[in-house]
């Protein structure tokens, strides 16, 4: 089969794609025939050796997947061949098949397709945890989102909205600010054209009740000083590769929460209810992914490179099907 493999740590050039033997079968598995993988930020850390969980050279490259199953183990039960599925895992997913296990593993809703599925999971989990459990939002909350152009990002511009809120998009070209804009944004703000803290102030003169960010680096502190007393302030992750150092003299004063996100931390009954309410929206089609940009396999590099150059609008995905 054909998978983009990153054989040594270092830049997005440094996966190629070639061919490799199939994996084999275990006990609690099913092989799986992606259609479409999903290219998230983390997959271009891991190639690179610098992820938090480091993966011994060589592995495939791609933490999410969606296809259809080909074969299942003896004892798998509860999916069979011909389920369409999409599912997560640290690495593995660009390649033309992949062996899962059956607990990461969702069947995908009629009238949605493959690509659509890779680009929905990790991002809209992430961003809909967050806005549910860890920030809490209400409606007519006044949203902010920095890095509103990106994959997690853009759909918490979406799922904000959904949720009644107030949205206020943050990003860096015009381009990722009309996405943002066509998916609920009320205001919009190009970080790179003045003082963030400045443009905040005169688009929310009261202050945001919720601060989303997923990008760190210079956004996080005049974002932080925007919001009104009592403000919940999440942070996702830092694509920007700095991590902020926040004065905690401004959480003393204005009497905001800074929380940050992980799937676990999540209490079990809020997530079972988080992700039921995720399902219906996608099965619903209430809210579905903006795909910026689609590569074929065989550019696995070229779409790595393109999500580390921060120039990804919405999600970019893989067509492995073609």
């Known amino acids: 089969m054909r998978a983009a493999i990153c054989e040594a740590y270092g830049p997005?050039?440094?996966v190629r794609v070639t061919e490799i033997d199939a994996p084999a079968l275990a006990a609690g598995k099913v092989r799986v025939r992606v259609g479409a993988a999903a290219v998230n930020f983390p997959d271009v850390l891991v190639a690179a050796g610098t992820y938090q969980v480091k993966v011994?050279?060589?592995f495939v490259v791609g933490s999410e997947f969606a296809g259809v199953i080909t074969e299942v183990a003896e004892d798998v039960r509860e999916f069979a061949a011909g389920d369409r599925v999409t599912g997560t895992g640290i690495t593995g997913a660009f390649a033309e098949e992949v062996v899962a296990g059956t607990r990461g593993l969702v069947r995908i809703p009629d009238g949605i397709t493959d690509r659509q599925a890779a680009a929905f999971g990790v991002a809209y989990r992430t961003a809909y945890h967050s806005l549910r459990s860890m920030a809490g939002l209400q409606v007519l909350d006044q949203l902010v989102v920095l890095g509103a152009g990106g994959g997690v990002g853009l759909a918490a511009v979406q799922l904000g909205a959904r949720l009644g809120a107030k949205v206020t998009a943050v990003a860096s070209t015009p381009e990722k600010l009309a996405a943002a804009e066509s998916h609920g944004a009320t205001n919009l703000i190009d970080h790179r054209a003045g003082d963030l803290r400045e443009a905040l102030r005169e688009a929310i003169p009261d202050g945001a009740d919720v601060v989303l960010d997923p990008v760190g680096g210079a956004l996080s502190e005049p974002a932080l000083r925007s919001m009104r007393r009592g403000g919940r302030f999440v942070t996702i992750g830092y694509a920007s590769g700095e991590i902020p150092r926040i004065p905690l003299n401004l959480v003393?004063?204005?009497?905001?929460?800074?929380?940050?996100?992980?799937?676990?931390?999540?209490?079990?009954p809020e997530f079972r209810r988080n992700e039921a309410e995720l399902a219906a929206l996608l099965a619903e089609q209430r809210a579905l992914p903006h795909i910026g940009a689609t590569y074929p396999l065989a550019d696995a590099a070229k779409a790595l490179r393109q999500l580390a150059d921060g120039k990804a609008v919405g999600k970019i995905v893989l067509d492995?099907?073609?």
């Open 56 to 58: 011994p050279v060589p």
């Open 320 to 322: 492995v099907s073609g």
């Open 12 to 14: 997005p050039e440094n």
């Open 252 to 268: 003393l004063i204005k009497g905001v929460r800074i929380l940050g996100f992980q799937f676990q931390d999540v209490p079990p």
